[in-house]
């Protein structure tokens, strides 16, 4: 490593060379790290894959003292630790899972001047002897990673770093240098405010990724659809699967492994010891599928993931698109491929119903979930859509599904008449309300047990929707409660009833256009690809 401590200070350019063995920056990197060699606090928005490491890591070897690293990613610490004493550089780390000894050896090292960089656990700063052994360290940068961890308004809220004001307030000469890969205008803002970033200035790189290719597709049988995928257009790639529950993450490895294909599960109810092996061997070997909650991925740098595949739908966009930023990091074609039907609205509607927090929370919640909704209903380019919630500008990329095989919308305002008018004709006829596989039943005057010992068949609106077929009626109930006009209830058996919009549509005064779901094969797909 370049000397330091002696001769005068390496140049950034140096250290990219002789350190990371790099041979010119990329993008805004060399003004980001100009700016904060000089003592200039900077915050940085950069998608994952866009080199936001080395904005910080130059800069901590090239000015003198110890750059300080607040990272909430104690898992990932010892790998990045390691991979920094590959390259020759003095870094080291402390969070909670040490015990007394191993801490004290750091904090040697620290106030001895050994290290160039230190990573801290934010909840080491509660602690106020971190805050007064940092007193006596001379250093060189702070650098707060994942900085979007500070907004409440975001998806990876951590209450720890609102305390990271204090660094400013402590150490108001150390330039501050905050990075992330969310960057909604409310975040960024939110993020300048929290950290009282005030005089730093603002780097913000496009989010476009333009080697993955966006698909969202109605979900039918989602592991015969997920199969299909990786044998047809993934065989032998490594992917990450996402699925929202535990079960559904067991089921789906064992789905998978059953078929031939290397899975590995990974859920937060899993033995640490056996996600931290799942984990490493996802990184070291080659083609195999990580099936994995969310809570899976944050941080993680494997350049050649072919895959991201969502079984249910995320939660808000943010979440989608740092999810499906994990693909293709070594800029080759990926596929960020994702299943959404029916049930999934009607799931996470009751989901935010019944949260926890209070009202100000659940609408939070209810205008994130209503943004992913109008991704996945979108007639427009996904990317399109996907950069604009991120504020910035596009036009239509010819690397999504809708740019491939655009899709047709169709006015469903006659439909959507029949099937609010049942829903009202049993609700004030009868003080009923159901669900949609019921109501179904109803217009395509399907004689079930059900209907016919509940007397429906004598209903108005009995058989009158068999113009549209079962799968086509379930899409027009998912697409009108993504548009909110129609509502379930939080009973937990996705019973539907009105919303104040429904009216409009049952008098005439609101007409509904709907997106036809011909049934596109992924093989359609891949043809207009090449
Ligand atoms: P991020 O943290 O933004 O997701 P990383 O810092 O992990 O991204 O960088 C992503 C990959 O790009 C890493 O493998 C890194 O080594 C590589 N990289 C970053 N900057 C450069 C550069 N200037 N030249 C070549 N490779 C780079
Ligand atoms: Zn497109």
Redesign the pocket.
């Known amino acids: 490593r370049p000397a330091r401590a002696d001769g005068p200070a390496p140049t950034p350019g140096k250290v990219?060379r002789t350190v990371?063995g790099?041979?010119?920056?990329?993008g805004d990197?060399a003004e980001i790290i100009d700016t904060v060699v000089s003592g200039g606090d900077a915050l940085v928005l950069?998608?994952?894959?866009?080199?936001?490491?080395?904005?910080y890591q130059v800069p901590a070897l090239v000015r003198p003292g110890t750059g300080v690293v607040i990272s909430p990613l104690i898992a990932l610490m010892q790998d990045q630790v390691d991979a920094l004493a590959a390259a020759g550089v003095r870094a080291d780390f402390l969070n909670s899972t040490q015990d007394v000894a191993a801490r004290r050896r750091v904090e040697r090292e620290l106030l001895d001047g050994e290290l160039d960089l230190l990573y801290l656990a934010p909840e080491r700063l509660r602690v106020p002897d971190t805050l007064e052994l940092l007193g006596r360290a001379d250093l060189a940068l702070f650098a707060i990673?994942e900085a979007h961890c500070v907004s409440q308004w975001g998806h990876d809220f951590r209450p720890d770093y609102l305390q990271l004001s204090v660094l400013h307030e402590r150490w108001p000469d150390v330039p501050r240098i905050a990075?992330t890969?969310t960057a909604t205008e409310t975040t960024h803002a939110e993020i300048a405010q929290r950290l009282q970033l005030t005089e730093a200035r603002h780097f913000v790189a496009s989010f476009d990724r333009p080697n993955i290719q966006y698909r969202i597709v109605p979900k039918d049988n989602p592991r015969a659809q997920l199969l299909d995928l990786l044998r047809t257009e993934h065989p032998g790639d490594a992917g990450i699967v996402y699925c929202l529950s535990r079960a559904s993450v067991e089921q789906t490895a064992q789905h998978l492994v059953d078929n031939g294909i290397p899975a590995l599960p990974y859920h937060a109810g899993l033995d640490s010891r056996v996600r931290a092996a799942n984990q490493a061997r996802f990184l070291r070997e080659d083609g195999l599928v990580m099936v994995a909650t969310i809570a899976f991925g944050m941080?993680i740098?494997k350049?050649d993931v072919r895959f991201v595949a969502h079984l249910d739908l995320p939660k808000s966009v943010e979440g989608y698109y740092q999810e499906t930023?994990r693909a293709g990091?070594d800029g080759l074609p990926s596929t960020a491929w994702l299943a959404y039907g029916l049930q999934d609205v009607v799931q996470q509607r009751r989901m935010i119903d019944t949260s926890e927090g209070d009202a100000a929370h659940r609408r939070r919640l209810g205008a994130h979930l209503d943004a992913m909704l109008a991704l996945c209903e979108t007639v427009e380019c996904r990317r399109v859509q996907l950069l604009a919630y991120f504020g910035q500008a596009s036009t239509a990329c010819g690397n999504c599904d809708t740019c491939l095989t655009p899709p047709e919308s169709w006015d469903g305002t006659v439909p959507a008449q029949k099937l609010l008018s049942t829903v009202v004709r049993l609700e004030r006829e009868r003080g009923q309300r159901y669900g949609a596989g019921h109501l179904v039943d109803i217009l395509l005057g399907k004689a079930t047990p059900r209907v016919t010992q509940l007397g429906h068949a004598s209903l108005s609106t009995f058989g009158l929707g068999t113009d549209l077929s079962d799968t086509e009626w379930r899409g027009v109930v998912r697409q009108l409660l993504a548009q909110g006009l129609l509502g379930v209830d939080s009973d937990g058996y996705g019973t539907l009833r009105l919303t104040p919009a429904s009216a409009e549509v049952l008098t005439g005064a609101r007409p509904v256009r709907l997106r036809r779901e011909a049934p596109r094969t992924a093989r359609a797909a891949r043809s207009s690809r090449r």
């Open positions: 990219l990371f790099y041979d010119s920056f990329r990197q950069m998608p994952t894959g866009g080199g936001k490491s080395l904005c990673d990075l890969a941080g740098d350049p930023g990091r």
